[in-house]
């Protein structure tokens, strides 16, 4: 169990308390997800491989995280993203969270504090948002339909 586990869940008390952010399982089940719907480069999304996938990259360090938040705001609005998201990152994090699109837009600030890279995944894994400690950005939809 991380020491970030513990810190997160403080840091986001108040929207967790209120009921627009809750905790949804554990991290190892959205990724396995994600392995089963798109195609891989070692334990990463290959994006290169995710037929019409979005990708952008963020070279000042200081502009990062505003960066990120701009490049959810985009997808969203573009693709119409709606509905439940969750939330895992790649290692500091041992469960995922769910919120709408505009809950976890509003937590964004806090999560990108985290230094691990940064999954929101759609229903059933039918899209992936991936921002990663070195300023990459992507989007795309899943290549594998979902399992029912």
Not at 27 to 44: I, M, T
Request: proline letters at 5%.
């Amino acid at each position: 169990m991380s020491a970030y586990n513990d810190e997160i869940r403080r840091a986001l008390k108040a929207e967790i308390d209120a009921g627009r952010l809750k905790e949804a399982g554990s991290a190892h089940d959205v990724f396995e997800a994600l392995k089963n719907s798109y195609p891989r480069s070692g334990s990463k999304i290959d994006w290169k491989r995710v037929p019409e996938a979005i990708e952008d990259y963020e070279e000042d360090r200081s502009r990062e995280r505003t960066r990120f938040v701009e490049f959810f705001d985009e997808m969203c609005a573009r693709f119409g993203l709606n509905g439940l998201v969750l939330y895992v990152g790649d290692g500091l994090l041992d469960f995922a969270l769910a919120a709408s699109i505009a809950g976890m837009r509003g937590v964004l600030p806090v999560l990108f504090e985290i230094p691990q890279h940064h999954y929101f995944v759609g229903p059933n894994a039918s899209w992936c948002m991936c921002m990663t400690m070195e300023g990459d950005m992507a989007f795309g939809r899943a290549t594998v339909p979902p399992a029912h």
